[in-house]
């Protein structure tokens, strides 16, 4: 498995992952993921052959970095795939000057919670309604450790 920058060539397994983790009223639509492949950082986790496995996205704006959406198909769930990208989205969004990174996930899925509290992500508020009525999202921020270089 590999991670590497997501390409306009992934976007159809891309929407088939989504198809299969969010029911249609809440996954993004098609062209709102061919927006975020070519203008935000988008990875996706891969096998040698190209078949997509998951997807991560987000942005920094400024100091603060954002995930958009992590996706894993679920038949390879549980192998360490999300962290991976998790992980790897956090160092690029560092690389480009975010200090924090914040996240939203549903409180009806405590797997993404558990993974992100893993992460280093702690929670900080409760967002009603985030992902449609009665569906509600937690907040959660990780600090990243910036290294300040002193010169004399
Ligand atoms: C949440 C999701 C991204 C996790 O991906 P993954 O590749 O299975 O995650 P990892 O293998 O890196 O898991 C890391 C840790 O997170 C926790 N975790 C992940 N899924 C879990 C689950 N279903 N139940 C409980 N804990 C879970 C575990 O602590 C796990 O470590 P362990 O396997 O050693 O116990 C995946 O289940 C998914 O795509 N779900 C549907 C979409 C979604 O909910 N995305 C998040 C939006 S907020």
Known sequence: MMVRRAEPGDL???VQIEG???????AFPPKMFAYLIRYAVSLVACEPEKKVLGFIMGYTSGKAGAVYTLDVHPGYR???IGSNLLQSL???LAQQGAQAIRLEA???KPGAVELYRKAGYQERELVRNY???????VRMWKNLDVCLCLTT
């Open 90 to 92: 956090g160092e690029i």
């Open 20 to 26: 299969l983790c969010f029911p249609e009223e809440t």
């Open 131 to 137: 992902y449609g009525r009665g569906n509600h999202a």
């Open 12 to 14: 159809a397994q891309i």
């Open 106 to 108: 549903a409180l009806g």
């Open 78 to 80: 549980r192998e360490g």
